[in-house]
């Protein structure tokens, strides 16, 4: 972390997991612990269906709610989908865009990444950007080659004054939900990539100003040698943040 230059951010993405009274009662539980820090933002990427009840009952903490995808057309003939400006209007603050499941899962690429997040400036909403590589990348050695193409596409034709609402969080994909923890230095590395990326994009004033998270299997034990990095602004958490301990343990690391 690197408080002087940018906003440590902490990520609870609970994934298909709480309906909205179980999100409720989630949210209860960690926010007189989570909800008055001062050192960190700490944010809720709940199901589009719990946004309602997580903004609510977050209405008297200081947590924000995310959306964990949206669509990038404004409206229109896309059956199943949501708008950035629908959760907007719900008062969502942040929306994950190209996480590696959606990735995986529902064909999302580096194009559509791109028009998620130009769709979400547009709207006011804060992208977290998600990144990262596969075992296959990371074993043929293309890691760097990877990571680069991944945030350069994700940053065609984003202007400067747009970058200070964007944050990144570097998933390796063989982190997430494994156990398995990128090494803090594996973890600082990349960050360090994604940010020299930015740097030679934007210059260092914007590189220094980004926050970018690390994801992937970090949890109450692993979160302080994760946070100490200078590269590593925070957390994106899956699991740990499903359990209000986990959860408020990864906060207080980054306090
Ligand atoms: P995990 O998920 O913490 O359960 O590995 C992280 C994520 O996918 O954002």
Known sequence: MNRKYRKTIIAGNWK????PA?????IEEVKGIVGKQKWCDVVVCVPFVDIPAAIRATRDAKIAVAAQNMHYEKSGAFTGEISADMLKELGV?????GHSERRQYFNETDNTVNLKIKAALEAG?????????????REAG???EHITMQVKIALRDIAPEQMRKIVFAY??????????????????????LIRAVIRAKYGARCARSITIQYGGSMNAKNCAGLLSKVNVD??????????SDDFTVI????Q
């Open 171 to 192: 998933e390796p994909v063989w982190a997430i939900g494994t156990g398995k923890t990128a090494t803090s230095e594996q973890a600082a590395e990349v960050c360090g």
């Open 93 to 97: 603050k942040y929306v994950i865009i």
């Open 142 to 144: 293309i890691t760097e």
């Open 16 to 19: 298909m997991n709480k309906t």
């Open 22 to 26: 179980e999100g409720k009662a989630l």
């Open 125 to 137: 909403l804060r992208p977290i950007v998600c990144v990262g590589e596969t075992l296959e990348q």
């Open 251 to 254: 906060v207080d690391a980054a």
């Open 234 to 243: 925070g957390g994106l958490i899956g699991g740990a943040s499903l359990k």
